[in-house]
């Protein structure tokens, strides 16, 4: 069907391949690995823990997303078109980074993290709903159900800090 021919809830939803919603993931996971690994040594020592196993986590992820490209199982997948979540300019959007400087505030570091782990969260929940059944069906799944545990656990320490003046 034309673009005109497309009804407006047609035109504004759109696809992507599974491929570009991979290549997506895979620079949001590295810019966010990249950002906690250069952050920690900044930030306070009550944080540098989660910082650090952000990093870590984030890389976990990265390495996720870089070998199911190349599984035969998901490659027969990559040309695959879903439809592309509300939450994808967002998501795509968190790759670029903010400058919280030389010695960033605990509330400022965490509050930039929960936002993150949110889109995520939202990003491979929708990914999850309309993904093929089968593998990345199951990694959208996983990836969301981890993603709302780091928000939840953010959250938990965000309260924390904001409502006792620190950690």
């Not at 965490?110 to 999850?128: D, F, K, N, P, V």
Request: glycine share 6%.
């Amino acid at each position: 069907m034309s673009e005109i021919g497309k009804s407006g809830r047609e035109q504004l939803e759109g696809k992507k391949s599974i491929a570009e919603i991979l290549d997506v993931a895979i620079s949001f996971e590295k810019t966010a690995r990249d950002f906690y690994r250069d952050l920690a040594p900044k930030v306070s020592k009550n944080i540098r823990w989660l910082v650090e196993d952000l990093a870590i986590e984030e890389q976990g992820h990265y390495d996720l997303f870089k070998s199911l490209k190349s599984r035969p199982d998901i490659e027969a997948h990559l040309t695959s078109e879903v439809a592309t979540p509300a939450s994808d300019g967002k998501f795509s959007d968190a790759v670029l980074l903010p400058d919280l400087g030389d010695s960033p505030d605990d509330q400022e570091v965490l509050r930039y993290a929960l936002y993150r782990e949110h889109t995520a969260m939202e990003q491979y929940q929708s990914l999850a709903e309309t993904a093929p059944d089968g593998a990345l069906r199951d990694l959208f799944r996983f990836l969301a159900k981890e993603e709302t545990e780091h928000k939840n656990e953010l959250e938990k320490l965000y309260y924390e800090v904001v409502h006792s003046g620190g950690v």
